[in-house]
Nanobody, 119 residues
Framework: HVQLVESGGGSAQAGGSLTLSCEYS?????MGWFRQVPGKEREGVAT???????RYADPVTGRFTISLGNSKTTVYLQMNSLKPEDTAMYYC?????????????????WGQGTQVTVS
């Protein structure tokens, strides 16, 4: 039974920081963080693939960092210099198959989401 369990969301002031964590139980080709606001499509934030290549969406480049834990069962999203427009539900996702890590359709497993609110 595959599980992805996110934690670390919450509220922050603009300019502040939050760290999201996602524990997962799957051998994955891609791991990613996505976010979604009501009425809009889910969008990619940061991804990391099986050879540790990291990619970031333009709005978060230089502010967010994706990383894997030493045991490769946890993926983190360090969010610095937060802006109100970063407010969204954030989802951790894993892909068990080869594909474009930046595309939502590549991912077959999703966490329940964790809310991030920046004011």
């Amino acid at each position: 039974h595959v599980q992805l369990v996110e934690s670390g969301g919450g509220s922050a002031q603009a300019g502040g920081s939050l760290t999201l964590s996602c524990e997962y139980s799957i051998s994955s080709f891609c791991m990613g963080w996505f976010r979604q606001v009501p009425g809009k499509e889910r969008e990619g934030v940061a991804t990391i693939d099986a050879i540790d290549k990291k990619r970031y969406a333009d709005p978060v480049t230089g502010r967010f960092t994706i990383s894997l834990g030493n045991s490769k069962t946890t993926v983190y999203l360090q969010m610095n210099s937060l802006k109100p427009e970063d407010t969204a539900m954030y989802y951790c996702a894993a892909s068990s198959k080869y594909g474009n890590c930046r595309e939502v359709r590549t991912y077959d497993y999703w966490g329940q989401g964790t809310q991030v609110t920046v004011s």
